[in-house]
């Protein structure tokens, strides 16, 4: 019976090892992809166009967007050695983020928050947040005429985030952000998320305790 408990024992600490291994591999990948989106040649090109004509247009919202743009590099590498975040960092995160998009697209894109200030301590991957709003803007037609509201907030421990779909006609994508915060949220919590997408695209992520 000993040498049962001490093989099982053995075993369920290999089994806990693989899976903290697991993790960090994907944690790696996500924050890898993340640095990447953010430091693309193609964002950088329009944040820098759309801070010089801040300059020039709107000297003092220039001063904002700068301190936005850092506070988004800084929390991409603050949180590179982090498996989870508190979600009132994500979305305080997600707010400077989407910021700099507003200024670029005119003000058509805003972000309707419905969580409680008790559940602001649960806990998600890092970036999540930064993932969806890219995949929001990316397959999206966004204008002045066709304004896009995302909506977020609570549902059974599951943060669940939805937008109206406005699809862009020559956009496709292999899901592969999607894919790799599923694997996290898998090694994390236990739960996959989920995806609902009819007129309205909704995806919710498993939240935890700790």
Do not use: W
């Not at 592969?176 to 915060?181: A, E, I, M």
Request: aromatic share 6%.
């Amino acid at each position: 019976m000993g040498l049962l408990l001490a093989n099982r024992s053995i075993q369920d600490a290999l089994k806990l090892q693989q899976q903290t291994a697991d993790l960090q591999k994907e944690n790696n990948i996500a924050r890898y992809t993340a640095l990447q989106n953010q430091l693309n040649p193609h964002f950088l090109f329009n944040s820098l166009n759309t801070l010089i004509a801040e300059i020039e247009y709107n000297p003092s919202n220039a001063v904002h967007f700068t301190q936005k743009l850092s506070d988004v590099y800084r929390y991409v590498l603050q949180c590179q050695d982090k498996p989870l975040v508190s979600l009132r960092e994500e979305i305080e995160f997600m707010q400077a983020y989407l910021f700099l998009h507003q200024v670029r697209l005119n003000d058509c894109i805003h972000c309707q928050i419905d969580i409680p200030p008790d559940s602001l301590e649960l806990q998600l991957p890092p970036l999540t947040l930064q993932l969806l709003i890219e995949n929001v803007i990316k397959h999206n037609s966004i204008t002045t005429a066709k304004p896009m509201r995302i909506d977020l907030h609570l549902e059974n421990n599951f943060l669940v985030i939805s937008n109206p779909i406005h699809p862009k006609k020559s956009i496709t994508s292999a899901g592969v952000g999607l894919q790799n915060l599923s694997k996290r949220c898998k090694l994390i919590s236990g739960k996959d998320i989920q995806i609902e997408k009819n007129n309205v695209f909704t995806i919710k992520i498993p939240l935890c305790d700790e």
